[in-house]
């Protein structure tokens, strides 16, 4: 029996329904009748509220969603240590819609404008993170959550950044132990970028090239690798060229600027990726009509340089979604925390026997040819519009204009 449900905590939640649980977990849904709102509750298993690590990695969660405001990212409300039994908790906004993957097993591939609508709204959330020091790491279809939000459909909502490396910069330190080293593994192997599968030292870059493996399969069904086995994707991620969309799902239609938009993306070298989550939400614009050069609005605070990030632990991966038509699932999907250097004590998460394997070596990636270019339209795709700030006053515009005139004037 859970001692949670049908509990009130904190004075003020009543736990409802358990929604999930992973090794570090367990997520509720409950109601806080002061705020006439439901919520979702994660608490730690109370088994390994005694281990620092684990602690110190769920804080550190906590820590860096409550940093995030962006519209597209889930909002924490609390977060902290219960009085009673020391368990450790986050309260969240409740999310009320399917995550990609059960919207792909649900519904099938997307369509790619309503596709790459979804994913230009990722990459508003995921470019505030970055510049927050922030690198999601462990990106896949069920960390992004389909919500219906003030009426619009299809707003997806960036959750879990358990994995989450928040870089230590004066103004963002965390506190506490390393928790991770160089030459560590940690991530869902089917998205994880060539240098993660390497455990060397990541960027924003990284998610960068997990959103590129997300869209691939949106919109086609597949992943763009053909394996047997999870971790055979780790090798596949450093060394093979990703298939081409049109040889991997024949049947679909795609534009002819969305393979070079995607190929952009999955670039082995992170120097030829687009470099910021903007500049890949620019790309996508060209696809909002399906093959022509479009414009999209979407929020994003300014830029700033590429972040640093090594790695870390995982949730419990589900199985993976099935290709168009509603074709049995190839292999299952399972987070994988696994040392290619060092050693790390950690904990395994129950599930199927292909959920770890033995140790692998970095494999070096040998020179492949280039993805085909992206094309000049897209080069040229439309900047992003913000919106101007409201409450100018006319005298200040008239004020404007005058400096204006005066400056141009002979």
């Known amino acids: 029996m859970d001692p949670y449900l049908g509990q009130e905590i904190l004075g003020q939640f009543r736990i409802i329904q358990r929604l999930g649980q992973d090794r570090m977990g367990s997520v509720y849904k409950a109601e806080q ?29 906590a820590r860096a969603m409550s940093r ?57 959330a995921l470019e505030e993170a970055h510049n927050a020091a922030i690198v999601h790491r462990d990106l896949k279809p069920e ?7 003030g009426g619009i459909a299809d707003f997806p909502k960036v959750l879990d950044f358990g994995l989450a490396k928040i870089r230590d910069m004066p103004q963002h330190r965390v506190g506490g132990p390393i928790l ?9 192997p089917e998205f994880m970028s060539p240098e993660q ?41 450093i060394k093979s060229p990703p298939i081409p969309i049109q040889e991997r799902a024949p049947d679909r239609a795609f534009g002819p600027l969305t393979w070079p938009v995607i190929a952009r993306a999955l670039e082995k070298d992170p120097a030829k990726r687009y470099q910021t989550a903007v ?32 790695s870390d632990m995982t949730t419990a991966r589900m199985a993976a979604v099935r290709a168009a038509g509603g074709a049995p699932a190839t292999a299952p999907r399972v987070p994988q925390q696994q040392p290619v250097k060092g050693d790390e004590a950690t904990e395994l998460a129950p599930g199927p026997a292909t959920a770890r394997t033995g140790p692998h070596a970095p494999v070096p990636a040998p020179h ?35 400096i204006i005139g005066r400056s141009s004037s002979p």
């Open 180 to 188: 991770t080293q160089q030459g560590m593994v940690f991530g869902t």
């Open 68 to 124: 995030l405001t962006h519209p597209n990212t889930v909002r924490v409300y609390l977060y902290g240590e219960m009085e009673m039994g020391g368990a450790l908790y986050i309260v969240m906004e409740f999310l009320d819609g399917p995550d990609l993957m059960r919207a792909m097993r649900r519904e099938g591939p997307m369509d790619v404008p309503r596709a790459a609508k979804v994913m230009i709204q990722v990459c508003g």
């Open 368 to 402: 492949t040819a280039p993805h085909p270019p992206v094309p000049e339209a897209v080069a040229r795709a439309a900047p992003v519009t913000v919106a101007a700030p409201a409450g100018v006053s006319r005298g200040v515009a008239f004020l404007l204009v005058a």
């Open 279 to 310: 500049e890949f939400a620019s790309a996508l614009t060209t696809l909002l009509d399906g093959q022509n050069v479009s414009q999209a609005t979407f929020s994003v605070p300014p830029a700033a340089p590429p972040v640093s990030s090594m």
């Open 197 to 237: 599968a390497q455990g060397i030292e990541l960027d924003r870059r990284t998610d960068i090239y997990s959103l590129g493996v997300i869209l691939y399969e949106l919109i086609s069904g597949k992943l763009p690798f053909k394996v047997n086995n999870p971790m055979d994707f780790v090798a596949h991620h």
């Open 143 to 149: 960390n992004i959550v389909l919500t219906t939000q």
């Open 33 to 61: 009748p002061s705020m006439d709102r439901l919520v979702a509750v994660k608490i730690l298993h109370t088994r390994l509220a005694s281990r620092p690590d684990l602690v110190t990695r769920f804080k550190r969660e």
